[in-house]
């Protein structure tokens, strides 16, 4: 028998909604309103709910996502080649901080939200990490060979010796020379990697490996001035208050030799390491970054909207919460800066953005260039469309604050925070890192295997279907929100208890658990020489 068609519409105003079907709908199935659909609708992608006459807009999420191209009759399909684009909105007589907060039981912080802790590190400049890391910084790509070799001893001699450390990660990155670094856009990279440096989850150790001839020395990578009095190393250095293993430095005689200097230096570290311990602390020390890779067009009905109910908690409670991708929340411009907590912030959300579309402008790209094959066969049809669904994760709040790329949230930073990062998975979890992230949650509908070394990632399927296939990967299952199967409070509450549980080292996520872990990999706008 076949089952009653689903469709899901995000607003009364819109004429498509989403077949949540898995597999779709077959031609000639009957909509609930009588409608016989005249197309085969996969699973996640739009069909007409009326008749829409060539060059009419097609609204979903209560907006413009495009334009008819051909008139299409009730019931028909409607994907990408059917659409034109609607321009991206204007970056001027945007409103600015006049939405009112937000209000009414969704809201409303739950008392095991509001009341919980974690199990986390207290590190000594007042962050909290919730993993206990030795991280390896690196100043140039050229030493990264000889890193990775001293890796394999790390992990295999040094970390048995220290069961209360929970890895060792080598922070080795595509920059350091052969780039022109006195370039304004340089101090892009240049923050990131310090400022990864300067994770919570790497506890206040810092330790350099640096060739020695490269551009980016040690000492302008991490001045003094940028280095916690606490971080400060007992290492022989040349660099005062950095523990620098320096590769060109006479002292090493061959290969062998440069290998002993980092496992000698990482045993100091992982010594100090050793002897933290976790300790309750309040949900309120959680920096959370989220994002979506892989997309689909159920990403705006579950999944996206589960971490909103769920940042909306968060930061009732208290905590942190960043969400970024610039080319994904453009076209929600209006929206960022009517929720900005005052006019200042929402000038910053338009210097980013407007930065951001020079920067596409110089490449001789514009936004269009974001939605990927991926994308378009999960029913997103463009970025318009992907954007008002993405801006979900952001849940309802004000926005606090704005972090330009590679920037460092200040202690006193909590709340909603704009992190503007491009929308590239793996540049996007870079920058947030560095921006202090200590737990990270990933939304996907067409499924990646995607997780960070230095940070938890908590993955959440967007459809049953790829929960299901995908069993090992997949942390949480939004989908049952589609399938009727669950609602949107039960699976926050669901998700925040896992995020409790991950943060608190009592349960790994499945990229951890394997060992999933994608490189860093740096925004550089910079000229490379």
Avoid at 399 to 421: M, N, R, W, Y
Wanted: net charge negative; charged share 20%; with cysteine.
């Amino acid at each position: 028998m076949a089952l009653a068609p689903v469709l899901l519409q995000m607003s009364p105003d819109d004429n498509v909604a989403i077949v949540g079907n898995a597999g779709g709908l077959p031609l000639g199935a009957v909509l609930p309103d009588g409608t016989t659909l005249i197309d085969a609708v996969p699973q996640a992608h739009k069909v007409t709910l009326s008749a829409i006459a060539q060059g009419e807009p097609v609204r979903r999420y209560g907006v413009v996502i495009g334009y008819a191209t051909q008139d299409l009759a009730a019931g028909r399909w409607v994907h990408d080649r059917l659409l034109s684009m609607p321009a991206a909105p204007g970056l001027t007589d945007l409103p600015k901080a006049t939405r009112t907060a937000a209000t009414g039981a969704a809201m409303q912080v739950p008392d095991t939200v509001a009341r919980a802790t974690f199990m986390g590190y207290r590190n000594p400049d007042g962050s909290v990490g919730t993993r206990n890391l030795l991280g390896i910084t690196t100043t140039v790509q050229c030493v990264a060979g000889v890193l990775a070799n001293a890796m394999t001893r790390i992990t295999q001699e040094l970390l048995p010796k220290y069961p209360n450390v929970d890895g060792a990660v080598a922070l080795d990155h595509a920059y350091g020379c052969g780039v022109a670094i006195d370039a304004p856009d340089a101090i892009i990279p240049i923050r990131t990697v310090r400022n990864i440096s300067l994770n919570p989850n790497f506890g206040g150790e810092l330790m350099v490996v640096s060739l020695g001839c490269e551009k980016l020395q040690p000492e302008r990578l991490l001045p003094l001035g940028s280095i916690p009095v606490a971080a400060v190393s007992d290492g022989a250095c040349e660099v005062p208050g950095l523990d620098v293993v320096r590769l060109q430095d006479n002292q090493h005689l061959g290969f062998q030799a440069m290998i002993q200097a980092i496992v000698d230096a990482a045993d100091r570290h992982l010594q100090r390491l050793n002897t933290r311990r976790r300790e309750p602390v309040p949900i309120s020390e959680l920096v959370v970054g989220v994002q979506c890779g892989g997309s689909d067009a159920l990403s705006g009905v579950t999944a996206n909207p589960l971490v909103g109910r769920v940042t909306d908690w968060l930061v009732g409670a208290g905590a942190t919460v960043m969400f970024s991708e610039n080319t994904e929340v453009r076209d929600a411009v209006d929206q960022l800066t009517a929720r900005a907590a005052t006019v200042e912030v929402a000038d910053a959300i338009v210097r980013e953005l407007a930065w951001y579309d020079a920067y596409l402008q110089r490449g001789q790209v514009d936004r269009s260039a974001n939605t990927t094959p991926g994308n378009k066969a999960g029913g997103l049809s463009n970025i318009t469309e992907k954007a008002m669904g993405s801006i979900v994760k952001s849940g309802h709040r004000a926005i606090d604050h704005v972090l330009s790329p590679g920037e460092k949230l200040k202690p006193t930073q909590k709340g909603l925070v704009f992190a503007a990062t491009p929308a590239s998975d793996f540049i996007c979890g870079t920058l947030q890192l560095a921006a202090g992230m200590n737990l990270h949650l990933f939304t996907t509908g067409r499924g990646t295997p995607y997780g960070l070394a230095e940070c938890p990632v908590l993955k959440i399927a967007t459809r049953t279907d790829l929960a299901n296939r995908w069993h090992d990967l997949m942390d949480v299952n939004a989908g049952c929100i589609a399938d009727g199967e669950c609602t949107l409070d039960e699976m926050a509450l669901t998700l925040f208890t896992l995020m409790v549980d991950v943060a608190s080292g009592r349960r790994k996520s499945w990229a951890e658990h394997w060992g999933l872990h994608n490189q860093r990999v740096l925004f550089n706008p910079a000229p490379i020489t």
